[in-house]
């Protein structure tokens, strides 16, 4: 599918309650983003340390709380807090020449960019550019900044000890202990964006961490806390199931679109394809509706066409857009894909894709 429009059709015919459910059929999480993104107000700012988590294997309580201390030293001086006129979040110096990569939910639609390091300067940032499919965006101010140092995501292993340090609810300098809980998760948020390859952590990610830094016990960034789960009962927050986008991701990225203003090479499978879902007599969703075809695009060269349905996906059965996103996340440009549809005149056909890449802005 293809970025911008795919995302409003999501957002059209996805109902928010449903867009909250765990996709357990296709293999992946939708994830709402209730605990992760920007914070309209802040409260009364002030540091906090991060919380113990015991005695660990060959260490006593005290070396981990040292090492937990150390670590905390070496990161904060390089995360930032970026207020914009639509509220608050996170951000991590990438380098040392200003450039600060955050999320890019937490800068979206803003007119007007603020960063605040931690020493309390304040000054106004200008946008780099944007990878919306990917929720991450870069942005500039002027003067040195501390960069993080950023770690192989790659070498992650479930049950490393990782803190997440950000600005949440406006509480600049705050921290949170956890677990590696999984790796390579995919997740989808609000709004019809699909995250390949996350990681999952118990660390408690609230609103204002979006940006800001998941790292390792060498003072590494391993990657970008993201979202929280929302319970699907409930409709709260379900904080220690926690998701970042690896650092791997985030350095590619970043390196594109401060080299060339934006993604050249988003790695990520296109269908070439505008999309709807569709929902049967008794109102469930039922299948993907193409609304348009790119000109050239994967599903145009396999001879899909305006009106056709995709209902299968290689081996996933696909009900709605997230499904077909979820699908196309997991898979690699290059990649031939058999896909099922039900044409416009109520036939069902199989046809061999070759899907592209993801257009990166």
Known sequence: MTGASTADRVRHHMPLARRRKFLAGSGALLIALVSAGCTGQPAASSPTAPTSAGTASGSTAADLQNAFVTVVDKVLPSIVQIRTNL?????????????????NHVIAEASAIEVTTQEGKTQPASLVGTFPA???AVIHVAGQLDA??????ATLKVGMIVLAIGNPLGLQSSVT????????RTVSESGGITLP????????INPGNSGGALVNLAGQVVGIPTLTAGDPTQGAAANGIGFAIPANTVTDIANQIIASGHVVNSHRADLGIHASTVVDATD????????A????????????????IIVQFANARIRTTTDLSVALADSKPGQVISLTVITSTGGQRVVSATVGELPGS
């Open 87 to 103: 509220g608050l979040g996170s951000g991590i110096a990438f380098d040392d020449k200003g450039d600060v990569v955050t999320n």
């Open 134 to 136: 990917g929720d991450l």
């Open 148 to 153: 993080a140092a950023f770690a192989d995501s």
């Open 177 to 184: 202990e956890g677990i590696v809980s999984a790796v390579d």
């Open 197 to 204: 390859d996350t990681i999952q952590t118990s660390a408690a």
């Open 284 to 291: 469930t969703p039922a299948g993907v509706l193409i609304t």
């Open 293 to 308: 075809v790119t000109a050239g695009g994967s599903a145009a060269t396999a001879g899909l066409t305006v009106g056709d």
